[in-house]
T-cell receptor
Framework: AQSVTQLDSQVPVFEEAPVELRCNYS??????LFWYVQYPNQGLQLLLK??????LVKSINGFEAEFNKSQTSFHLRKPSVHISDTAEYFC???????????FGGGTRLMVKP | DTEVTQTPKHLVMGMTNKKSLKCEQH?????MYWYKQKAKKPPELMFV???????INESVPSRFSPECPNSSLLNLHLHALQPEDSALYLC??????????????FGPGTRLLVL
C-alpha cells in the first residue's frame, strides 16, 4: 500500500519570499505524482503532475516540483510567492495500476504581506 | 476544457430529509468519483464508477446511495443523514485505461450541513 507524508501542516511565509512544501511518499511499485491546490471554500484544482519524462515539472503560475525517485520525494517550490497563493496544498500519489489517489495530509500555505 | 460541475453549491438538510447531489462532466471521462472532505483534512474516497458501473465502495454507510445514469452524470442520493455527515462533497472524473496515467479533475464541491 502507498502512503504520502506532507511534513509541514502549515507554512507561513512573507510575500515575495521563496517557499518549499515538502512531500514524501512510500510505495512498492511505480507511482504517478500530483499536487492539487484548494483555495478557501473551493474544490481541488490540479496544480501540476509528474507522469513520465523530465523529473522537473512546472505550472503556469510559477510553481515547480521535482520528482526524486531515490529520496521518494516530490517537493513543491516557488521562488517568489504572492498573497493569492494562500491556500491548502495536497500532494497525491497514484500507483501505475488502478485509479485510486492517496492524498497527503495537506499543507496550509499562509502568505503574509 | 477540464471542468467538472456540481450542484447545489450549498445544501442544508434535516436528518429525516432526502436530497441528491449532482455532478456533471463533458470531457468524455469514463471514471467518476465521490469524495468526502472534512475541514482541514484531505479528501476521503467514497465511491468510484468506471464505465457507469460501481467499481469501488469504500465501506460507505447505506444512507449514501450513488447513481451513475450515464457517462456524463453522477448523483449522490442522501437519506437519513447524521450531523457528522456535514462536510464538503467533491466529485471528480478521469479517463480510463491510459496505462495508469489517468488524472483526476475535481469539481467545486457541495458544502453539506446536516441539522
Amino acid at each position: 500500500a502507498q502512503s504520502v507524508t506532507q511534513l509541514d501542516s502549515q507554512v507561513p511565509v512573507f510575500e515575495e519570499a521563496p517557499v518549499e512544501l515538502r512531500c514524501n511518499y512510500s510505495s512498492s511499485v511505480s507511482v504517478y505524482l500530483f499536487w492539487y491546490v484548494q483555495y478557501p471554500n473551493q474544490g481541488l484544482q490540479l496544480l501540476l503532475k509528474y507522469l513520465s519524462g523530465s523529473t522537473l515539472v512546472k505550472s503556469i503560475n510559477g510553481f515547480e516540483a521535482e520528482f526524486n525517485k531515490s529520496q521518494t520525494s516530490f517537493h513543491l517550490r516557488k521562488p517568489s510567492v504572492h498573497i493569492s497563493d494562500t491556500a491548502e496544498y495536497f500532494c497525491a500519489v497514484k500507483e501505475n495500476a488502478g485509479n485510486m489517489l492517496t492524498f497527503g495530509g495537506g499543507t496550509r500555505l499562509m502568505v503574509k504581506p | 476544457d477540464t471542468e467538472v460541475t456540481q450542484t447545489p453549491k450549498h445544501l442544508v438538510m434535516g436528518m429525516t430529509n432526502k436530497k441528491s447531489l449532482k455532478c456533471e462532466q463533458h470531457m468524455g471521462h469514463r471514471a467518476m468519483y465521490w469524495y468526502k472532505q472534512k475541514a482541514k483534512k484531505p479528501p476521503e474516497l467514497m465511491f468510484v464508477y468506471s464505465y457507469e458501473k460501481l467499481s469501488i465502495n469504500e465501506s460507505v454507510p447505506s444512507r449514501f446511495s450513488p447513481e451513475c445514469p450515464n457517462s456524463s452524470l453522477l448523483n449522490l442520493h442522501l437519506h437519513a443523514l447524521q450531523p457528522e455527515d456535514s462536510a464538503l462533497y467533491l466529485c471528480a472524473s478521469s479517463q480510463v485505461g491510459r496505462g495508469g496515467q489517468e488524472t483526476q479533475y475535481f469539481g467545486p464541491g457541495t458544502r453539506l450541513l446536516v441539522l
